[in-house]
């Protein structure tokens, strides 16, 4: 008797226990909130009295403990700091904060989250030094600070993050020598450290890196000779506009002479915290204030080698006058030459942010698949060697991330196409100027299986057609938990903008723009049922108004083929519902469960009527119209009376036969389209179409 008891109460115990952890780290969150947002303007959804993984709060992703894991809020406009507070969040994988305004300091309490794999600062107006600790965060694998005001060197200690995949810090105002200790990251692929007042020569030991693809050392000070094992990154050696520099076998680079030899033959590691330009003494940058007038004694090509100051030969002696003019001397030439080499449009101080082409102001896109490396944790179907890409394809269709959200201004609300229950549309320009649309599909509408993902995906990428909408490459984020397609951007939109109006800015289309519109669909459809050297049929199963896109001219160009093999079977569910709703469903499907060509075919038929009607609901009436040649029923009015009867006659029935209920006396795609593309019978009584 007491056995069920105790079960019943174990059950009620245990469900108030869930959501502990989440009210633990409430507070933690909530301190979070008023630093990053002070005014409460945009983390309006984080509140004292939600459950933050109840889905509430925006940005926050939680475990199977209720323990936070991951905060993406980039791009939502924050201009708070990051307060130390974060480190509270003792699970946080996740810490994506870029594309935001977020100023003053990088918390050293930071460092303490031991788990954290992915930190996103970048493109914010952080200053301050790079903490050291942050060396010692063993699960960090992606480090981004590039496009912030972070001033000192670049610590030896990050060295010792042997999980490190991308090291990114361009764009800053970092000094000094760049860390020997980088050279025993392992696991390093990419890093970049341009556009900065880096001087000295390049540590030879960085080239050991056995991983790395990408080093970009680009508008820095640096000298001597370049190591020559770095000539096996090729073009992914980037050292531009770094004129002291030389080496054999580098284009752009001179031959080393004596002089360079010498200026590039400092012991390594040569640190700035430690340089010494005289043995008798070391001096710390540290130890020299930041008001110092450094330069006051010299010219902008060269500094005095003697004191005009008489003064300071009474008060510090000989021996002092010449040590602090060696000190002097060595930083203003070092100052000079970083001043000469910066680039005015690439960091204003003056700036409170940057701006929109100053971010896009970036090396091109490595072909290595960076997608594996941007993101940790888990789903990745992408990853190398597991995704049945040949290095060609992954070369040619494989976006990062970093690349995607630049594209889309961090997936701005701006650039916000559209929206529905399992993926958005984002407009967006790439770095080349090319306009895309950007669709982010979250892990949890895409099949659970990652070989029929991938599967699905090798076949979206083997679509090619004029009247298809292009598939320019894709994106996995493990972090995030998503996958990207990037597809050309069709600029007039969908059909269905144009349909119970006047369309875009009080448009109609024109009775030939109709008919080419009609022509181009079925040319798209044809391919994919595997004509024209298309082996494999693929059933579109959602063809609809929405789903055809008109391009600068009007041409018809058919969106989202082969989506569905992508997508897990409870969205695809979801989309059919939506799509009986509307019409386009075929009859039979409802019998059977199963979609064949003929389905596209029927869904086509109530496009015709559509394109014809200029309405989106198909009326008895106007099928009855097309049946009788009743033009003034089924074709749209706005047309008045500009069109062709014969041509449209013969529409009618060809949309009638489409959409007949039996599959079997529907015509064949192909059939349909030769019978458009010649329109070449001019009454219903003598027009038939071969089923």
Not at 42 to 54: E, G, K, M, V, Y
Request: proline letters at 5%.
């Amino acid at each position: 008797m007491l056995r069920p008891f105790f079960v019943i109460f174990s059950i009620l115990l245990f469900f108030p226990l869930l959501s502990v952890s989440s009210r633990t780290e409430l507070p933690t969150l909530m301190a979070m909130k008023a630093s990053l947002d002070p005014q409460n303007q945009f983390l309006t959804s984080w509140t004292p009295h939600s459950d933050p993984c109840s889905g509430a709060f925006e940005g926050v992703a939680c475990n199977e403990q209720g323990r936070v894991v991951n905060i993406s809020l980039q791009g939502k406009g924050l201009w708070g700091q990051i307060p130390g507070a974060v480190a509270e969040l003792k699970s946080l994988t996740g810490l994506y904060l870029h594309f935001n305004s977020l100023s003053g300091k990088i918390p050293k309490e930071i460092t303490n989250l031991s788990e954290l794999s992915d930190l996103y600062l970048n493109v914010n107006n952080l200053s301050g030094e790079i903490p050291p600790g942050i060396g010692s965060m063993p699960n960090l694998q992606v480090l981004q600070l590039c496009y912030n005001r972070l001033t000192g060197s670049v610590p030896t200690q990050l060295g010792h993050l042997k999980k490190l995949n991308v090291l990114a810090l361009q764009y800053n105002q970092l000094a000094g020598a760049i860390p020997a200790s980088l050279g025993e990251l392992g696991s390093l692929t990419r890093l970049d450290l341009s556009y900065n007042s880096l001087f000295s020569s390049i540590p030879a030991k960085l080239a050991d890196a056995p991983m790395l693809e990408v080093l970009d050392i680009r508008n820095n000070s640096l000298s001597g000779n370049v190591p020559p094992a770095l000539k096996r990154l090729n073009g992914g050696f980037q050292y531009g506009n770094n004129p002291s520099l030389c080496g054999v076998g580098f284009p752009g680079l001179n031959v080393c002479t004596a002089s360079h030899s010498q200026n590039g033959s400092r012991p390594e590691p040569f640190e700035p915290i430690n340089f010494s330009p005289d043995s008798s003494r070391n001096v710390s940058m540290k130890d020299i204030p930041e008001s110092a007038n450094l330069h006051s004694n010299c010219s902008r090509s060269h500094c005095s080698k003697t004191s005009k100051s008489p003064q300071i030969g009474v008060v510090m002696g000989v021996v002092g006058v010449l040590s602090t003019f060696a000190v002097t001397g060595l930083f203003t030439f070092s100052w000079y030459r970083r001043q000469k080499q910066k680039i005015g449009s690439a960091l204003d101080t003056s700036d409170s942010r940057l701006s929109t082409d100053q971010i896009k102001e970036v090396s091109r896109r490595s072909a290595s698949p960076l997608i594996s490396l941007e993101y940790s944790n888990g789903w990745d179907p992408l990853a190398r060697g597991g995704s049945g890409f040949s290095q060609e394809v992954l070369e040619s269709f494989m976006y990062n991330l970093e690349e995607v959200e630049r594209a889309t201004q961090c997936f701005s609300e701006v650039n916000l196409l559209g929206k529905n229950n399992f993926s958005a549309i984002y407009k967006g320009i790439l770095r080349d100027g090319s306009v895309v649309a950007v669709k982010c599909i979250a892990k949890t509408s895409c099949k659970s299986d990652e070989a029929e993902f991938l599967k699905g995906l090798k076949i979206l990428t083997s679509l090619k057609h004029e009247n298809l909408v292009r598939l320019r490459g894709f994106c996995c984020s493990r972090g995030r938990g998503e996958c990207f397609l990037i597809y050309d951007f069709v600029p007039n939109g969908s059909l269905l903008h144009y349909l119970d109006s006047k369309g875009h800015s009080g448009m109609t289309l024109e009775w030939s723009t109709r008919v080419s519109i009609i022509h181009g669909i079925a040319k798209g459809i044809v391919y994919l049922h595997g004509n024209k050297g298309n082996k494999s049929a693929i059933v579109h199963q959602n063809l609809s108004a929405e789903k055809v896109l008109l391009d600068a001219y009007y041409k018809a160009m058919v969106s989202d083929p082969g989506l569905h093999k992508l997508l897990a079977d409870d969205i695809v569910f979801s989309m059919l519902k939506a799509s009986a709703a509307k019409g386009y469903l075929a009859p039979e499907y409802t019998a059977t469960g199963r979609f064949t060509v003929k389905s596209d075919v029927y869904a086509f038929g109530m496009i015709v009527f559509q394109i014809l009607s200029g309405k989106q609901k198909i009326t008895q009436s106007i099928r009855q119209g097309a049946e009788s040649c009743r033009f003034e029923e089924f074709i749209d009015s706005n047309l008045k009376g500009k069109f062709s009867e014969s041509e449209a006659a013969k529409l009618g029935i060809i949309a009638l036969l489409c959409t007949h209920e039996s599959p079997n006396h529907r015509p064949s795609m192909e059939n349909v389209m030769q019978e458009v593309s010649g329109l070449i019978y001019s009454s219903c009584s003598s027009y038939q179409v071969v089923a």
